[in-house]
């Protein structure tokens, strides 16, 4: 999983805080997916970005959830005002702007809020 | 509702033997799907992939079956070995949604 670079790889958080999560593509890679995974469950897809653009945040929290994926720079996933049930494993992976094949992931962000 | 689900939560082999995962899917669109390996604090790794004009693939000690009629996919892995130990997940890509749909895991442990 080395090609999809997510950090940091823990975060620890108050209720009420920030937490930003970043992740950075494999190279050549233009798509990039979240997702959230808590203990003895799979993966939920969170959101889908192409650069510059949100595709598909069928899976985002209505509040306070938002990504980007800017021309430069890595992806960003933001919480705004963390809440215990925010724990979680935050995965992102990464495709080519073509289309077929699967997508590869980071080893993910280990978010906790105290 | 469409889901993508395992049999067995976990599953226990001598080292050595073969081992089988299987998981059931609901979506009888579905297309294209992934075995998904993920180890304890890791991210999913890719194994293999089967498409629905498939019924059968195969890599370096694993094979993928896939079964439309009863809409089934079983990964097999040969020799089971201890660096195998890990959660197996099943996954649909909906290239249609651009998203993966992941089943809830196989745990797979390896007895000596």
């Known amino acids: 999983n080395a090609g999809v670079m997510q950090n940091p790889r823990h975060l620890v958080r108050r209720r009420g805080q920030e937490a930003r999560l970043r992740c950075s593509p494999m190279?050549?890679?233009?798509?990039v997916y979240w997702y959230r995974q808590l203990p003895e469950e799979g993966l939920k897809f969170m959101v889908y970005?192409?650069?510059?653009?949100?595709?598909?945040e069928s899976g985002m929290p209505k509040e306070r959830f938002s990504a980007e994926f800017p021309k430069e720079g890595p992806s960003i996933l933001r919480i705004q005002q963390v809440v215990r049930g925010d724990s979680a494993a935050y995965f992102c992976a990464s495709s080519p702007p073509t289309a077929g094949g699967p997508q590869h992931f980071g080893d993910g962000t280990r978010l906790s809020i105290l | 509702g469409e889901s993508v689900g395992l049999h067995l939560p976990t599953l226990s082999v001598q080292e050595g033997d073969n081992s089988i995962i299987n998981c059931a899917y609901s979506?009888?669109?579905?297309?294209?799907f992934i075995w998904y390996k993920q180890e304890s604090g890791k991210g999913p790794q890719f194994i293999i992939d089967i498409r629905s004009n498939m019924d059968k693939r195969q890599g370096q000690r694993v094979t993928v079956l896939l079964n439309k009629t009863v809409k089934h996919l079983s990964l097999q892995i040969a020799a089971t070995q201890p660096g195998d130990s890990a959660v197996y997940f099943c996954a649909e890509d909906r290239r249609s949604a651009s998203k993966i749909i992941f089943g809830s895991g196989t745990r797979l442990s390896i007895r000596p």
């Open positions: 190279k050549g890679h233009s798509h």
């Open positions: 979506n009888s669109a579905s297309d294209y």
């Open positions: 970005l192409q650069k510059e653009n949100i595709i598909d």
